[in-house]
Nanobody, 115 residues
Framework: QVQLVESGGGLVQAGGSLRLSCVPS????????MGWYRQAPGKQRELVAS???????DYAESVKGRFTISRDTAKNTVYLQMTSLKPEDTAVYYCNIRTILATYWGQGTQVTVSA
């Protein structure tokens, strides 16, 4: 069973930066896409950014120009560089990896942005 291990969350002041990482514990085959979602208290989980195996990226409108998703293809590792953070970015961030046969989720990492 593949598990996704996330790291890089924490507390940061508005305007600051954080870099999230997601590393799978096992091998990933037939990779389709990798991405980051977030869920704030009382809100639904939403897509933040995604990247396909071909390298195409997609971002939520609220993070365009501030967040960058990238990946290490050899390690099936995905990153989320977050800059110019705002208090409204506060949420639990979840890593997501999709293959042709399965979808995997990380346990979540808390990102808190203080005003």
């Amino acid at each position: 069973q593949v598990q996704l291990v996330e790291s890089g969350g924490g507390l940061v002041q508005a305007g600051g930066s954080l870099r999230l990482s997601c590393v799978p514990s096992g091998s990933i085959v037939t990779l389709s896409s990798m991405g980051w979602y977030r869920q704030a208290p009382g809100k639904q989980r939403e897509l933040v950014a995604s990247i396909t195996v071909g390298g195409r990226t997609d971002y939520a409108e609220s993070v365009k120009g501030r967040f960058t998703i990238s990946r290490d293809t050899a390690k099936n590792t995905v990153y989320l560089q977050m800059t110019s953070l705002k208090p409204e970015d506060t949420a639990v961030y979840y890593c997501n990896i999709r293959t042709i046969l399965a979808t995997y989720w990380g346990q979540g990492t808390q990102v808190t942005v203080s005003a």
